[in-house]
């Protein structure tokens, strides 16, 4: 077990505090195969907004996070694409 994962393992979060991701399906996958953590109160905007579509009757779709903010009046993410291109620039 990595220090980290025993630090947030053996120190234990009030119920009430909540972490927000943009579809985390991904990143809970891999946090459990390679670490055994399980991700818990998690809100995820993602699903949210899936949950939000099929309830005005519309087809659920996935979207971006930067889509998203744009959906409902938000500030987007102004590092993204600041970010892929350094990424790409280093593979």
Do not use: W
């Not at 990595?2 to 990143?27: A, G, W």
């Not at 694409?81 to 620039?89: G, I, M, N, P, S």
């Amino acid at each position: 077990m990595s220090k980290s994962n025993e630090y947030i393992s053996n120190h234990k979060l009030p119920l009430t505090f909540l972490q927000v991701m943009h579809d985390c399906r991904n990143d809970s996958v891999n946090l459990y195969n390679q670490f055994g953590m399980e991700l818990k109160n998690i809100y995820d905007t993602q699903a949210a907004h899936i949950v939000i579509q099929s309830e005005l009757g519309q087809k659920a779709k996935n979207i971006s996070l930067n889509n998203l903010c744009e959906v409902y009046g938000v500030e987007t993410n102004q590092f993204k694409d600041k970010v892929k291109v350094r990424t790409a620039l280093n593979s």
